[in-house]
């Protein structure tokens, strides 16, 4: 059973910074492709960042492109998602996601089979 617990989220300024943290549980995820999705209220859950665990091999939406770093921890099963620059507009529930098939790196959510619970991330102008 793969779990996925997110945390990190809260309540920052525009022009702040947030770091989220993703644990997961269940699996060697060595071989895995993780990433994040963000959902405002009305919207699309929508593509953020993902990393391929074992390659190393990152995407990203323009919309946070240099803004926005995925990385992973290996000895922890942990990954993370540092935010700086913030912006009104990332205002959303963020969710991370495992694919088990590490070859690619996914940018939309039919190719993730897992995922966490979410976690509210709001930033005020």
């Known amino acids: 059973q793969v779990q996925l617990v997110e945390s990190g989220g809260g309540l920052a300024q525009a022009g702040g910074s947030l770091r989220l943290s993703c644990a997961a549980s269940?699996?060697?995820?060595?071989?895995?492709?993780v990433g994040w999705f963000r959902q405002a209220p009305g919207k699309e859950r929508e593509f953020v960042a993902a990393i391929s665990w074992s390659r190393g091999s990152t995407g990203y939406a323009d919309s946070v492109k240099g803004r926005f770093t995925i990385s992973t921890d290996n000895a922890n099963n942990t990954m993370y998602l540092q935010m700086n620059s913030l912006k009104p507009e990332d205002t959303a529930v963020y969710y991370c996601?495992?694919?088990?098939?590490?070859?690619?790196?996914?940018?939309?959510?039919?190719?993730?089979?897992?995922w966490g619970q979410g976690t509210q991330v709001t930033v005020s102008s």
């Open positions: 996601a495992a694919d088990q098939f590490g070859w690619r790196v996914g940018t939309t959510k039919y190719s993730y089979a897992y």
């Open positions: 269940g699996r060697t995820f060595s071989r895995y492709t």
